[in-house]
């Protein structure tokens, strides 16, 4: 009977077993990296910039999805022409795209 039990005891842990056993979270957090997080930073970066470069007289599309003109640019907002004596004032991060221009 103590034969029996002594032959289904595990055997004895090595010293590197433990690093071997985090070795996949290691890996899928690395393919987590470069999936999603590095992606997104850069869709970040880049609506930063465009944000900055916004001035005077650029067609301009925001999250609402309303297309203007920037007619002013302040610090934080910008003042949007979208038809005939109205404008709106919004702020800059909601500006998602600049369009080219026709000329």
């Known amino acids: 009977m103590f034969a029996l039990l002594l032959a289904q005891a595990p055997a004895p842990a090595s010293p590197g077993s433990g690093l071997l056993s985090l070795l996949p979270f290691v890996f899928i957090f690395v393919i987590m990296y470069y999936v999603m997080l590095r992606p997104q930073m850069r869709r970040q970066k880049e609506q930063a ?44 991060t909601a500006v998602t795209n600049v369009l080219k221009s026709e000329s």
Do not use: P
């Not at 002013?72 to 003042?79: A, E, F, M, Q, R």
């Open 49 to 92: 910039r465009l944000v900055s470069a916004l001035k005077t007289g650029d067609r301009v599309v925001t999250s609402s999805g309303i297309h203007g003109l920037i007619s002013n640019v302040k610090d934080t907002t910008v003042i949007v022409k979208v038809a005939d004596n109205v404008k709106l004032e919004m702020e800059k």
